[in-house]
């Protein structure tokens, strides 16, 4: 005879139910995401860090620009043509000018040949606190928006509250100035006696604080002089410095 009590615990036991095979699965992966929500968790930490690390540099350095205009109040340099010592200069017009001149023949360009040798005295004064770094600079010499040459600069560091004179060179060695900007050079050396010309160019400077440069600041000078050809001197002279800001 069956046992009622065995058949009835057979019939419990095989309708318990089983999980499906999409549990057992699930069951197996979770480790594998419990690592990937870490990871993403770590990265975003260190996202996070990093962003306040670079705010914080970010106010450092501009704590410390606060300090250097509020305490240092850096002013802008000042630069003046002091000298102009004029060792040459000659113009004459071209043997082709001349001779079609002469000849009334209107077909020739005109022309003419500029030559010059002046030495350019800077002078660099600097009313700050602390020093300036300037570097190289090349400033070009034009007459008439006509470029001649180019008076070069050299690197140089100016102490705190300090005058300094820079010293730099023009020559210019049979320039050929052609058409109508012949014309007037050779009408203002022959008949006015006096040759304007321009100076100008940038020159980048450098603050100083405590032996370590700021970031690079921008300045334009611009200087006019007019050369008297006959006395071989300086009869004018303006000069500036505009456009540097701290």
Do not use: W
């Not at 606060?66 to 802008?76: D, E, G, H, N, R």
């Not at 060792?87 to 020739?108: D, E, F, K, N, R």
């Not at 010309?197 to 450098?206: F, M, P, S, Y």
């Amino acid at each position: 005879m069956t046992n009622p009590n065995n058949h009835a615990n057979g019939d419990h036991h095989s309708n318990r139910p089983y999980p499906p095979p999409e549990a057992r699965r699930q069951r197996h992966y979770v480790g594998p995401s419990i690592s990937t929500s870490s990871s993403a968790a770590s990265f975003k930490g260190c996202c996070c860090c990093l962003f306040l690390l670079l705010t914080f540099l970010a106010l450092l350095a501009v704590a410390i620009a606060l300090v250097v205009v509020l305490v240092l109040k850096p002013k802008k340099p000042q630069f003046d043509l002091q000298q102009v010592v004029v060792q040459y200069l000659l113009v004459a017009p071209a043997a082709s000018a001349i001779g079609a001149t002469v000849g009334g023949g209107g077909a020739s360009s005109p022309a003419a040949y500029l030559s010059l040798n002046i030495t350019l005295l800077l002078m660099a004064d600097n009313p700050n606190k602390v020093g300036i770094r300037y570097e190289a600079a090349a400033l070009d010499v034009m007459y008439r928006g006509l470029p001649l040459g180019v008076a070069t600069v050299p690197r140089f560091e100016q102490p705190a509250r300090s005058r300094r004179l820079v010293q730099t060179r023009v020559v210019v060695d049979r320039f050929n100035v052609l058409q109508s900007d012949a014309l007037n050079l050779v009408r203002d050396a022959a008949l006015n006696d006096r040759v304007d010309l321009r100076l100008t160019g940038d020159v980048a400077a450098k603050i100083l604080v405590f032996g370590i440069p700021t970031p690079r600041v921008q300045a334009s000078v611009d200087c006019a002089v007019a050369i008297s050809p006959r006395k071989q001197s300086l009869t004018y002279k303006q000069c500036g410095v505009d456009g540097l800001n701290f």
